[in-house]
């Protein structure tokens, strides 16, 4: 009886901390829906600019490292093209929010001069639009103690980016009328951004997990990284990790499978033992 009862304790704590954290498609769709929206409104205009569109590479990726409960960035990505934004709040955990904070540094960037104002961070916003980052993919994790900052019971968010963003010295797109530089193979103008013919259906959705490529990473080109500022928050505040410099990650996509597989072929094992 009492390891019937242990099994099952065992057996819910598995699914629940699987779960735990873990976004919805909703949320999935409201990330990919809001960096579009906002990249079609950068001010000035963007000449060239791509849509976003969601990735499970990345996506498995960022799964990986918020289940390390990190306030830091992923320091064992810095050698393939892949960018990386980051999140934490202590309360019921709003995609919105973390999209319109990061969103928001863009008050603090001047893009004539391609800097930040003086002790203030720009590195979310500047990726968030990077012109030639046209993937993403973002995941989850409850914590119940975050190493570097002094929160407990949060929720972190890590959203992975293909190709990268943030190289120093380069503004995030070149300002003109919005389209006016789309390429050959993006010849499309679809809400000031440069997308190729038929990329979306008027009503279709971003494509759920298993339905998108798994990206192929060619070599990084040369970039430098700024460490990052860890900020000091009382409980119960949202917070954003802030850099202005470079935000690289590396991709471990069949390794990261191999966990999700592992978990899941877990979980169906106590379940199995239960009933």
């Known amino acids: 009886m009492y390891w019937n009862v242990a099994l099952r304790s065992i057996g819910l704590w598995v699914v629940l901390s699987l779960a735990a954290g873990h ?20 001010q000035p205009s963007a000449a060239f600019t791509q849509k976003v569109v969601w990735d499970e590479t990345l996506r498995l990726v960022a799964e990986a490292y918020a289940a390390k409960c990190i306030w830091n960035h992923n320091p064992e990505l810095e050698d393939l093209t892949m960018g990386e934004n980051l999140f934490v709040g202590t309360g019921p955990f709003n995609v919105t929010k973390a999209m319109l904070d990061w969103f928001g540094e863009h008050e603090d960037y001047d893009y004539e001069t ?23 993919g973002c995941a989850t994790h409850l914590c119940d103690k975050l190493e570097n900052l002094d929160f407990e019971k949060a929720t972190l968010l890590v959203c992975n980016y293909y190709p990268q963003g943030n190289f120093e010295g380069q503004k995030p797109y070149e300002s003109g009328d919005p389209c006016s530089k789309c390429p050959d193979n993006l ?16 009503s279709e959705e971003p494509e759920s997990d298993d339905t998108e ?15 990052v500022a860890i900020p000091e928050e009382p409980k119960q ?4 990790i802030k850099n202005i410099g470079m935000e690289i990650i590396e991709s471990h996509g069949s390794k990261m499978e191999s966990v999700s597989v592992s978990l899941v072929m877990l979980v169906w094992l106590l379940v199995a033992l239960v009933l």
Not at 121 to 136: E, F, L, P, R
Not at 187 to 202: G, I, W
Not at 213 to 227: D, G, H, S, Y
Not at 237 to 240: C, F, L, N
Request: charged share 20%; glycine share 2%; net charge negative.
């Open 23 to 42: 976004l919805t498609e909703q949320e999935k769709s409201t990330i990919v829906n809001m960096h579009n929206e906002l990249r079609s409104k950068v």
């Open 114 to 136: 391609n800097n930040c104002h003086e002790d203030k961070m720009c590195g979310h916003y500047t990726q968030m639009v990077w012109a030639d980052s046209n993937k993403i």
């Open 187 to 202: 010849p499309v103008c679809d809400n000031n951004m440069c997308v190729v013919e038929n990329l979306f259906q008027p």
């Open 213 to 227: 490529a798994t990206t192929v990473l060619p070599e990084r080109p040369q970039t430098t990284t700024k460490p």
């Open 237 to 240: 505040v949202d917070v954003t």
